[in-house]
């Protein structure tokens, strides 16, 4: 699904359904996460509607960064968190729920409950230099 008519980030941007703001620019909005993964997760949403972060404008680059900072700051003095996890998730299979590209700030907490992610390892070094070549050929 790709459409700003039924795009549930896009309504909260025309102001058709309510968000609890914390920043907007002309660029971007930024209000709280409905279902925080901690109180104080806030949800940086570029109004360009565009599905993935491939999907984007470069130009959204340096504004995004910018409020990634500084939301983020003010997010860990308002919550005295100890860390702050910046995450942003492109398709399905990589936990993508809302198809409008965000950047979720996340206040963590030592003793939060939270594992890190699980690592894997290459068989070979091979197997691992000859992936990193694959993707160079596509640069
Ligand atoms: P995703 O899995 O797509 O990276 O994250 C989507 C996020 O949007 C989730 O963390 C979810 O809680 C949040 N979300 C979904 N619907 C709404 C909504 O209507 N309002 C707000 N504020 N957040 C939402
Ligand atoms: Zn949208």
Redesign the pocket.
């Known amino acids: 699904m790709s459409d700003t008519s039924s795009c ?2 896009c ?2 941007i025309r102001g058709e ?4 703001k914390v920043y907007e620019s002309k660029e971007l909005i930024a ?7 901690n109180k104080g ?1 806030v ?1 940086i949403v570029p109004r360009q509607h565009a599905e993935t972060l491939f999907d984007l404008d470069n130009s959204i680059a340096e504004p995004v960064f910018r409020a990634m900072r500084e939301i983020g700051r003010a997010i860990m003095i308002a919550t005295g968190a100890d860390g702050l996890n910046v ?3 492109n398709g399905e299979a990589a ?6 590209v ?1 950047w ?1 700030l996340i206040p963590r907490f030592r003793g939060d409950g939270y594992k890190p992610w699980g690592q894997k390892k290459y068989d070979t070094l091979e197997e691992m230099q000859d992936l990193a070549s694959c993707i160079q050929k596509q640069l």
Not at 17 to 20: D, E, F, I, S, V
């Open positions: 549930i980030f309504k909260i359904l309510p968000c609890t209000f709280m996460d409905i279902n925080p993964m997760h949800l995450i942003q998730n936990w993508q729920q809302v198809p409008h965000h979720h």
